[in-house]
């Protein structure tokens, strides 16, 4: 009946249970802190500039991100009214700052799983190019606008999103304007020189994950009989225990560490994607 997912009827009878335990997501929160080493990140992205293409830390994120889903698809799933989904698209809720401005706009980007590292650069530059330019940029800013031009109209319309949600009853066009409905929120801290935190996740919506990324620092590491600093970029991660275990969780992010590590292996299509769950 959910127009964004699936429901996984035959999970595990432990998640099953789970939701009916654990009622709310920030009941099902778990965090974890991951720091990423800038060094072959960095020597990637000289060398693609070199050849002409301008990638961005953030575009290997997200594509590593993408390419370890391909591979762990259960991260893709959410929790709605104690059932569990695997949702049927790839979506990331970013905010944009708008030139000039303190405040900015939130929407979501679409990837295909099969994207590689130039397709994700191309959609992360339309998404920011398109949500920089002034006025309503998206669907989310014109819900809103919408919303606000009534008074009282956003308390009964936030009531009635939450019970049709509920029920899987909210709408395509809500959902898709809707930036607490992703498989993924992600937000640069860095780039406001500010450090990572660790974002609830919302109770509204189907967002499962959320990551941030902070400032780069140094990490002491031991080299045979040594200790060496080594930059990362710091993320703290926050997560919904209740969609996959934690050694699946663990699997996928040392998964999408070793994409990070070596980005190279996104320029092409993934070597595996994962249908079963």
């Known amino acids: 009946m959910r127009k964004d997912g699936t429901r996984v009827k035959d999970a595990n009878p432990m998640y099953?249970?789970?939701?009916?335990?654990?009622?709310?997501?920030?009941?099902?929160?778990?965090?974890?802190?991951?720091?990423?080493?800038?060094?072959?990140?960095?020597?990637y992205l000289n060398a693609k500039r070199k050849e002409g293409?301008?990638?961005?830390?953030?575009?290997?994120?997200?594509?590593?991100?993408?390419?370890?889903?391909?591979?762990?698809?259960?991260i893709n799933r959410f929790i709605v009214?104690?059932?569990?989904?695997?949702?049927?698209?790839?979506?990331?809720?970013?905010?944009?700052?708008k030139p000039g401005e303190h405040?900015?706009?939130?929407n979501k980007m679409y990837f295909d799983i099969e994207d590689n590292i130039q397709q994700v650069h191309e959609k992360i530059d339309e998404y920011v190019n398109r949500?920089?330019?002034?006025?309503?940029?998206?669907?989310?800013?014109?819900?809103?606008?919408?919303?606000?031009?009534?008074?009282?109209?956003?308390?009964?319309g936030v009531g009635v999103f939450k019970l049709m949600d509920r029920f899987g009853l909210l709408p395509k066009s809500i959902i898709e304007a809707s930036p607490f409905h992703a498989s993924l929120t992600i937000s640069n801290l860095g780039s406001i020189r500010t450090n990572h935190i660790f974002?609830?996740?919302?109770?509204?919506?189907?967002?499962?994950?959320?990551?941030?990324?902070?400032?780069?620092?140094?990490?002491?590491?031991?080299v045979r009989e040594e200790i060496v600093f080594e930059r990362c970029i710091p993320m703290g991660v926050v997560m919904d225990e209740r969609i996959c275990s934690g050694s699946y969780y663990a699997a996928f992010f040392a998964r999408f560490k070793q994409y990070m590590l070596d980005p190279s292996l996104l320029e092409g299509p993934p070597a595996v994607v994962n249908t079963t769950l």
Not at 103 to 106: L, N, Q, S, V
């Open 16 to 43: 099953t249970i789970m939701p009916y335990v654990l009622k709310y997501r920030y009941d099902a929160m778990n965090m974890i802190e991951l720091d990423i080493p800038v060094a072959p990140m960095q020597a």
């Open 53 to 74: 293409c301008r990638y961005s830390h953030m575009g290997v994120v997200l594509a590593a991100y993408l390419r370890a889903a391909a591979e762990f698809p259960a």
């Open 81 to 97: 009214n104690k059932r569990i989904y695997q949702r049927n698209e790839f979506s990331v809720g970013m905010v944009v700052l």
């Open 103 to 106: 405040d900015g706009t939130m």
């Open 131 to 156: 949500n920089r330019e002034t006025g309503d940029t998206n669907a989310t800013d014109k819900l809103m606008t919408t919303l606000l031009s009534v008074p009282g109209l956003v308390n009964v």
């Open 199 to 222: 974002h609830h996740i919302y109770e509204f919506g189907t967002t499962s994950i959320l990551v941030t990324m902070g400032n780069m620092r140094e990490v002491p590491k031991r």
